[in-house]
């Protein structure tokens, strides 16, 4: 079993650039990979980026290149997504999410362990 710890959500202006933490605890020397994921009322849980094995070799949705970086620290267990350039169109609940495995690593039925997702709000 993997627990999954979501911060720093929250409300800021457009163009602000949160950063969201993700803390790992139980069986994390298995994990393969861990992803971001995020859910906007009335649409699908999408994904936002990925960073899988010993390379930490990373993938971004199309929506974030450029704006979102994914990275680990590996000894604190801890993923985190630096948001910059935040638009409206961003506002979600984003989920921390982690698997011994993946296939392609962007669709959310591929993980089996997920935190409680913490809300990230862009407004003015």
């Known amino acids: 079993q993997v627990q999954l710890v979501e911060s720093g959500g929250g409300s800021t202006q457009p163009g602000g650039s949160p950063r969201l933490s993700c803390a790992a605890s139980?069986?994390?020397?298995?994990?393969?990979?861990m992803a971001w994921f995020r859910h906007a009322p009335g649409q699908e849980r999408d994904f936002v980026a990925s960073i899988a094995g010993i390379y930490s070799i990373t993938r971004y949705a199309d929506s974030v290149k450029g704006r979102f970086t994914i990275r680990r620290d590996n000894a604190k267990n801890t993923v985190y997504l630096q948001m910059n350039s935040l638009k409206s169109e961003d506002t979600a609940v984003y989920y921390c999410a982690a698997d011994f495995s993946a296939a392609t690593g962007m669709g959310w039925n591929e993980y089996d362990y997920w935190g409680q997702g913490t809300q990230v709000t862009a407004s003015s």
């Open positions: 139980g069986r994390t020397s298995r994990v393969y990979i």
